[in-house]
């Protein structure tokens, strides 16, 4: 499985593009710069399949709709933060961003604990609610991909519409529980591991 990042959108919200077989991929959050990333697609060989969402707001939905109608992918996000995908306010675009807002209407809803297949990975679909209500992790073998629900040393706003604290603190504990080390690729900044931030994460340890 190769991972590939790219910085895209007005808050540079991290997009991860998973190779699943050769010439194959799906993306994980495209915050905007939808000509770059096709670009991306393009430089690299490679065919987008499926556009996994780790939660609805702009920053990391911004991209999703012109990368769709130019490649089919289809676009999949908990049910519920699939609201806004179609609303500049609950998604928070018409509070933090200058960009138009494109909605998006074409998507596929899913709970938590089920799982995506692509190619030869299967994505598990893991319920964070904290930053969003529909926050979620995706795992695949070895890795979280934590959206913003976990960052190295840190987690996801709780001040925000439809944010709760007491659910983050819970869904960073789930993650906690997890058996075994993973490496985490976050929504921004820098990657990690669970087991870093086990030991020394000061909110996953105040848990």
């Known amino acids: 499985m190769k991972i590939y990042n ?27 710069d939808s000509r770059l990333f096709l ?14 969402l780790t939660h609805g707001h702009f920053d990391h939905i911004s991209g999703c709709e012109e990368v769709r109608a130019a490649t089919g992918a289809e676009i999949y996000i908990h049910e519920d933060d699939a ?6 306010g609950l998604s928070l675009h018409s509070m933090m961003s200058i960009m138009d807002f ?15 297949n692509d190619g030869d990975c299967s994505f598990r679909v893991y319920h964070t609610p904290g930053h969003s209500p529909g926050s979620v992790c995706y795992i695949c073998d070895d890795v979280i991909f934590s959206g913003d629900t976990l960052f190295c040393c840190s987690c996801g706003r709780v ?8 659910q983050m603190m819970q869904s960073l504990r ?15 900044n820098e990657s990690t591991t669970l087991n870093d931030e086990r030991m020394n994460n000061p909110y996953m340890k105040a848990r």
């Open 39 to 52: 670009e991306y697609l393009k430089m690299k060989k490679l065919n987008l399949k499926k556009i996994l």
């Open 83 to 88: 609201p806004m995908l179609t609303s500049s």
């Open 159 to 166: 001040d925000l519409p439809g944010g709760n604290s007491g």
């Open 6 to 32: 790219l910085q895209l959108g007005e808050l540079r919200a991290n997009c991860y593009i998973v190779e699943t077989s050769p010439g194959r991929c799906i993306a994980i959050d495209i915050g905007g």
């Open 102 to 116: 494109k909605p998006i209407t074409d998507y596929t809803a899913v709970t938590g604990d089920c799982y995506i």
């Open 174 to 188: 789930r993650l906690s529980l997890l058996p075994g080390d993973y490496k985490v690729f976050p929504g921004h």
